[in-house]
């Protein structure tokens, strides 16, 4: 980000921290697209997805005042994101996900080349069947550049967990769209 | 040398960089010395490349706003924030502005619907579409502020609420009056807009209203 925009983004953040609505709404709609791409990767379904993107935000709301500054807003705006997706995911195991339909990919496909969007649409697939724990670590790690540090203590596993997730998922993937 | 399953085991390490020198340079060894390895180092490589070619953001279907501002509205005690920075009466001034607006767009679009200048569109608009699909959130959200704002009427003062009911039934009659018209000329865009916008600042009043100190 341009320092310019980062001290206009940081005037927005102190402005929602003292209560402006307003503000956190131009933050919404700066960050909506990447957190729903977040959610929806790591969900495999968009439906669930916008749902755990407005949790996301209003989880952002409550906890705003927490955020002190020491990262970008938007990466800690994935932290609450990538830690919303995986509360969820731990307490509705008892909810099975949806299947995943053609329009779901379609969306994926904006703004790219022919070939391009071909290849995404692919790897989204794919991505979308993995099992829960490899789609979380890839789609985090390889995706939108945690570390696996800050995976296991979101997910509240060991380091090495996250490491044979990644693994698990990368051979999956290879072995899908090869 | 390194057998290859030993080089597997690294080989995730070692494309993200996270290996330590030593390590790294025995699995370039037996990369170079090993051509399924290899491959598979650049299968790898391959897949991290279109990962990284992902588009970062996807576009929401609908506008995810209105549901999560609802929420917001509707936990003020659970949330606990301060009071919105509102000079005192100044959102009583921006209601009465509002309603001023409102009823001036609700004329403007009278008149305009005497005399039209083009026939109207028979199909539904993007504008209306959009609208058909945040309603049910803005809704959800208003029903909540009602709701919070009756618990406190007691605690404002009678002119505040006499004030504030007068606006909510403007806004309330010329949501109705728009939608109506709506019905009947679905292809209107302008309309479709109007009513998003009165919602959006409908629900910007009630917030205020629900925060307001007591006695104000
Ligand atoms: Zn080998």
Redesign the pocket.
Known sequence: MEPEAEAAEHHEVRAAQGGDLEAFERLYRAHVGRVLALCARMTGDRTMAEDLTQETFVKAWEKLASFRGESAFGSWLHRVAANVVLDQARSASRHPRKAETAEDADVFAAQASARDVASAVDLERALAALPEGARAAFVLHDVHGFSHEEIARLAGQAVGTSKAQLHRARILLREALR | MM??TR??DLLDEYVDGTLPESEARDVRD??L??P???R?EAGLRALLRRAAQLPAEMEPSRDLWPGIQGRIAAEPARTARPVPSVAPYGWIAAAAILLVVLTSAVTLWVVRRQAPAKPPQAVASPELAALRMSEPDYLQARKALYAALQQRRGSLSPQTVKILDQNLAAMDQALRAMKAALDKDPGNRGLAVLIESTYRQEIQVLMQAASLPANA
Do not use: I, N, Q
């Open positions: 057998d290859c080089a597997a037996h990369l010395a090993c399924a390895c290899a598979s």
